[in-house]
């Protein structure tokens, strides 16, 4: 019995397939063994002129070629058959057929369709037959395997020695056939990644006004834009090294008092297109540097420069947030999230580590992050070794945060930011060093001394229905001076309702409101609301078109100033 069965052809019951491929010589009319015998002829005469694997493409290309052909003679539906009888194609008098007939209902080891065919109503030829002589080879050597060899008879053991001797020519091409398609697939696996660059862009066109007393007639209506060209190289397919190439030109709008004075509103009413500009305008450069990779189950950031901490954290702002001032959320950078995300970032380093269960029908896939981003800018440089920049020596910002995902539709994240600011630096500037990014000018107001800062932010959202999203922040500044009179608080917190798939599927219909970052305190101070509301069109996958207006009131956190308005056509090009 070992002697038979290590003779068998051990070859996947799939080759069934690739046997329809190759066989073009089909069994005569039913006869005994001998007319069997004659085909045998034809047929070793045919192997000998065959190669033994697949040497070319060309031969490749034939052979899914067939496949397809094949594939398209039956598009209906239908369920497999175990019984040889009822493969009307193939004679039942040959004892070939009876023989496999025998072993198959016993052992069932081969398939066919309800229709009684091979698909293409061709007859069985000696390369399928062989086929199928190998599927009961392999499930005779898995009866043995398992044990339950008592349910293989003698008979049948010298039946399949029988057939083996008849159809070896058969079962020599298959196995030569099988070998190189084995080969070939481990080929593919090995290669089935490979380092890849894609290239990712986005382009912003935007035509914006101010207006407003006496902001209206110092402003004029002006055409900025912003160009992002992103390279994302995966080595592995779980990482990605992005590198970010920007250029713009946009500049804000200068908001007056009302004797028509220039108010230093901060980061008030700032868009988010204006966010990486270039000076001299439109020059090119280099704004974004990091690193992703799986770390076990969590996930690390490597930020080389340009790194954010809303690049690693959940911001929990859906419909409003795009990617950090990207082109297709909120108008303003201060509806696109919480401020206390504005605080640092540069170079360094961020950690995911999830918890909670997919299946879970309460807590849903949350995480705890951890994070450190140190300044890139002319105040302080995480790259610059001299006294006071660096890493650890200039401004940077600790940020620890834990996300909740609460059933499918409710999201609560807890965040805490420890900075540390250099005199002369703005508190909410994403380490970016240009200029405040949210928040009044007395928020952001360059102590004469070093400080510190903690922060604490709770940001939430709610998503009632497909058709529905809220959402919302909360944000508390402690800023402790290193001098005399140099402490201050600021306050921000805002709320926002879309309305996704608005008029037509991608498009958002988008309302926030809510205080910019001010300071606590301030003798005539009065809080700075903002309210913005705009509509995102998306014209195709890839370009979309967003009207929207900018309402301020007390821009500068001044009882004498006017409200002030900035209007927004915003075309945004992604590829």
């Known amino acids: 019995m070992s002697n038979i069965l290590w003779k068998s052809l051990v070859v996947s019951p799939a080759i069934l397939g690739a046997a329809l491929l190759v066989s073009s010589t089909a069994i005569a009319a039913p006869s005994t063994t001998k007319g069997a015998s004659s085909i045998e002829t034809s047929s070793t005469a045919e192997v000998s002129q065959q190669p033994a694997v697949l040497a070319t493409e060309t031969k490749e290309a034939q052979v899914l070629a067939q496949v397809n052909r094949y594939s398209n003679e039956n598009n209906t539906s239908i369920n497999q058959v175990t019984s040889v009888s009822q493969f009307s194609d193939v004679q039942p008098t040959d004892w070939a057929f009876q023989a496999l007939q025998s072993l198959v209902e016993r052992y069932g080891c081969i398939a066919g369709y309800p229709n009684g065919t091979f698909r293409g109503n061709r007859a069985l030829s000696r390369y399928e037959f062989a086929a199928g002589l190998n599927a009961c080879l392999d499930r005779v050597n898995e009866l043995i395997a398992t044990a339950t060899a008592d349910m293989v008879t003698k008979q049948d053991l010298a039946t399949l020695q029988r057939l083996q001797e008849e159809f070896s020519a058969e079962l020599a091409t298959l196995r030569g056939r099988v070998d190189a398609l084995e080969g070939r697939t481990a ?9 890849t660059t894609k290239l990712k862009g986005e382009a912003i066109f935007a035509v914006t006004d101010a207006f407003g007393s006496e902001t209206g007639k110092a402003n004029r209506a002006v055409f900025q834009d912003r160009v992002r060209l992103g390279l994302e190289t995966s080595f592995t397919g779980r990482d990605i090294l992005t590198t970010r190439l920007a250029a713009g030109n946009a500049t804000g709008f200068s908001l007056r008092d009302k004797t028509g004075n220039p108010i230093n509103a901060g980061g008030v009413g700032k868009q988010t297109f204006e966010v990486g500009s270039t000076s001299p305008a439109n020059s090119v450069k280099i704004d974004k540097l990091t690193y992703e990779a799986p770390l076990g189950p969590a996930r690390v950031y490597l930020s080389a420069s340009g790194g954010q901490h809303s690049d690693y954290a959940a911001v929990n702002n859906p419909y409003f947030f795009d990617k950090t001032d990207g082109g297709k959320g909120a108008l303003s950078t201060f509806a696109s999230e919480n401020p206390i995300y504005r605080i640092g970032g540069g170079s360094g ?7 909670g269960k997919p299946g879970s029908s309460f807590l849903k896939p949350s995480s705890i ?12 440089n995480a790259a610059n070794p001299a006294p006071s920049n660096g890493l650890f020596d200039g401004n940077y910002a600790a940020l620890g945060q834990l996300n909740f995902n609460v059933g499918n539709r409710v999201a609560l994240a807890a965040t805490y930011v420890h900075g540390y600011q250099k005199a002369g630096s703005t508190l909410f500037d994403s380490g970016l060093g240009g200029g405040a990014l949210v928040g009044t000018e007395q928020a952001n107001a360059p102590l004469a001394n070093a400080s510190s800062s903690n922060s604490y932010g709770i940001s939430a959202a709610i998503k009632p229905s497909d058709k529905l999203s809220l959402s919302g922040f909360v944000s508390y500044h402690d800023v402790t001076g290193f001098g005399a009179n140099d402490d201050k608080e600021a306050w921000s917190y805002g709320a926002g309702l879309a309305l996704p798939d608005f008029g037509k599927k991608g498009n958002v219909l988008g309302i926030f409101g809510g205080a910019q970052p001010y300071s606590l305190g301030a003798t005539g101070r009065e809080t700075p609301y903002q309210v913005e509301g705009f509509y995102k069109y998306r014209v195709s996958e890839n370009v979309s078109v967003t009207p929207g207006v900018i309402w301020m009131t007390s821009p500068g956190q001044n009882n004498t100033s006017n409200d002030a308005f900035v209007g927004t056509l915003r075309t945004t090009f992604s590829f």
């Open 349 to 355: 380093i961020a950690l995911n580590v999830p918890f």
């Open 369 to 380: 992050t951890l994070g450190y981003l140190a300044s890139n800018n002319s105040v302080s």
């Open 187 to 195: 080929e593919l696996e090995a290669n089935q990644f490979s380092t």
